[in-house]
């Protein structure tokens, strides 16, 4: 257990209102990462952050920010949020012994739905 | 740039038969090579890894894969499977020299029919 929790775990809301995702680790984990999941697309990654206030984007962070204001918790917001992003999202960090190797845990998703 | 291509979006088995998953990677220098399986409603859990040495891995529930060099794969094969093993399969591969970001496949979805 890497000690990862999304909240909140299921969230509906309408286009255009701002949605935040919270993930928090409790293992002092210094890479954590923000990917989405759609069919036939698989994991595609949206941020990642390798230190406080360290944050980098991936392939699909159009539409996203995020914040890492200290080591346990990593925010993704979607500033205005449209029915493209309507997904399952997943938290993932890389541990200290598997740093480098780009094994990763993951949370156990958060599921948006925007209508 | 490093890629992953699984070619089988679905599969189906029958209880009690083998499984192969095939993925497929490209990548320039020796990988890192991982299968993760996805329950329905559930997170990615690790199911077995190579970095190195014997090809052929061991992974949790009875699974393992061999990597190929020749071939740029590294497909997942189980003698028996069970109702259980029902889930989504994605392959994913860290580059050996150093790298934060693994890239994942699309996924297999397997299908166990009794």
């Known amino acids: 257990d890497a000690g990862i929790t999304q909240s909140p775990r299921h969230k509906v809301t309408e286009t255009g209102t701002p949605v935040t995702l919270r993930c928090h680790q409790t293992?002092?984990?210094?890479?954590m990462y923000w990917y989405r999941q759609d069919p036939g697309h698989g994991l595609r990654l949206i941020h990642y952050s390798y230190g406080v206030k360290d944050t980098d984007k991936g392939e699909v962070s159009d539409g996203y920010s995020v914040s890492r204001s200290k080591t346990e918790d990593f925010l993704l917001t979607l500033e205005s949020a449209t029915s493209s992003q309507t997904s399952v999202y997943f938290c993932?960090?890389?541990?200290?012994?598997?740093?480098?190797?780009?094994?990763?845990?993951f949370g156990e998703g958060s599921r948006l739905t925007v209508l | 740039a490093q890629s992953v291509t699984q070619p089988d979006i679905h599969i189906t088995v029958s209880e009690g038969a083998s499984l192969e998953l095939r993925c497929n990677y490209s990548?320039?220098?020796?990988?890192?090579l991982f299968w993760y399986v996805q329950s329905p409603g559930q997170g990615l859990q690790l199911l077995l890894k190579?970095?190195?040495?014997?090809?052929l891995v061991q992974g949790i529930k009875g699974f393992e894969a061999e990597f190929k060099r020749s071939q740029s794969s590294f497909n997942l094969r189980k003698p028996s499977v069970h109702w259980s093993d029902a889930a989504e399969y994605f392959c994913?591969?860290?580059?050996?020299?150093?790298?934060?970001?693994?890239?994942f496949g699309r996924g297999t979805s397997l299908i166990v029919h009794p």
């Open positions: 293992e002092n984990h210094r890479y």
């Open positions: 993932a960090i890389t541990s200290g012994s598997t740093l480098n190797t780009g094994e990763l845990f």
């Open positions: 990548y320039g220098a020796t990988p890192y």
């Open positions: 994913a591969v860290g580059a050996s020299g150093g790298s934060y970001i693994p890239t």
């Open positions: 190579y970095f190195s040495g014997d090809t």
